[in-house]
């Protein structure tokens, strides 16, 4: 059975906070890198997160902290990286110690910009790390409800199934059911594509559709999600899994949704940059979707929503009158 040894967390968020809540409640050790000492200071002394998921308590003895990438690397076996994807270069950037060797797990619902590529294949070609040791967690889960040990299900994905086994049955509890996955990089993709998906309800939220047009959207964007998904790994899938179209229910419905409440926003008239500055959280669908548009570019698949939400972010395309023509294509 593989070992998944000793388990370090790599950012400081809400979702990376949840993680090692999960972990931790464990293995009762994790390494925890954060790039700002003033956090970790703050931590150490408030025994909690000061910045996310501030009722989630740990013990500090338990944990491990460093500013230094380089350090927590060297020490532990298993790296969790859970940094928004627009940011994980500049942390890669300071990372000079060999990872081939480790397991590394993805939780970055997210693409690589400028490369475009999704997490996995990025670990892969940039870093060298064989696909049997890449590993990614999916699924519905936003992290308040995990912290508040609200039953949820993921998915570990990787092409190595004991080893994806092995980190399934480590994180399993009463509040997390787990199971395994060789599709990484569909599960991947549909994690990308979900952000884009919840804009795109966001944004007819904002501009008043009602519920049952929202039903016709998101119909539509598992088709569309599929379509993709198909084209770029065509392995045997079940689109209406749990990693796939339950994440994006959960994405395209939840209050808790940073990305439907971003599109909210620009639903009801905010710029992009106002927006963003009134959201104390990075929506990830904003970079997913331009990301997503230049892949698709050379995949060539009918993605109208896709096509929405880009015109709407990016070439400042009246909501009111995108949605519209959006709308008019659907059956």
Known sequence: ???????????????????????VGHTHHIGWYMRRDDRIEDF??????????????????????SSDINKIAQNYDTLIFVTPSP?????????????????????????????????????HEVWDVPYDRLAVIGGPSHAEEVALERLSYLTI???DVEK????????SSEY??????????????????????????????????????????????????????????????????????GDLLVTGYSNFSR??????????????????????MIAEGYFGTKCMKEINRHMHVNMPILDAVYNILYERINPQIEIKLLTDSFR
């Not at 059975?1 to 972990?23: E, L, Q, Y």
């Not at 950037?93 to 693409?111: E, H, P, S």
């Not at 990305?259 to 104390?280: C, D, H, L, P």
């Open 164 to 171: 994806a086994k092995a980190f399934a049955d480590l994180i």
């Open 259 to 280: 990305n439907r409440t971003f599109g909210s926003m620009i639903g009801k008239g905010y710029s992009v940059k106002s927006a963003q500055m009134e959201m104390e």
């Open 157 to 159: 994905g990787c092409a």
């Open 1 to 23: 059975m593989f070992d998944v040894g000793r388990i370090a967390i790599i950012g400081g968020g809400s979702w990376a906070t949840a993680i090692a809540k999960i972990v």
């Open 44 to 65: 150490r002394r408030m025994s909690h997160n000061p910045a996310y998921l501030t009722g989630v308590h740990f013990d500090i003895d338990e944990i491990f902290f």
């Open 176 to 245: 997390i059911k787990t199971k395994t996955s060789q599709d990484v990089v569909g599960i991947e993709y549909s994690s990308v594509l979900k952000n884009v998906y919840a804009i795109a309800a966001g944004i007819c939220s904002g501009l008043k559709y009602g519920d049952n047009f929202q039903s016709v959207l998101m119909s539509n964007a598992v088709q569309e999600m599929n379509r993709f998904v198909t084209t770029v790994h065509p392995i045997e899938r079940n689109i209406n899994d749990s990693v796939y179209m």
């Open 87 to 123: 940011y994980l270069k500049n942390h890669l950037k300071k990372l000079k110690t060999r990872i081939r060797d480790k397991f590394v797990i993805t939780a970055i619902k997210g693409i690589v910009p400028d490369d475009n590529l999704v997490c996995s294949e990025y670990f």
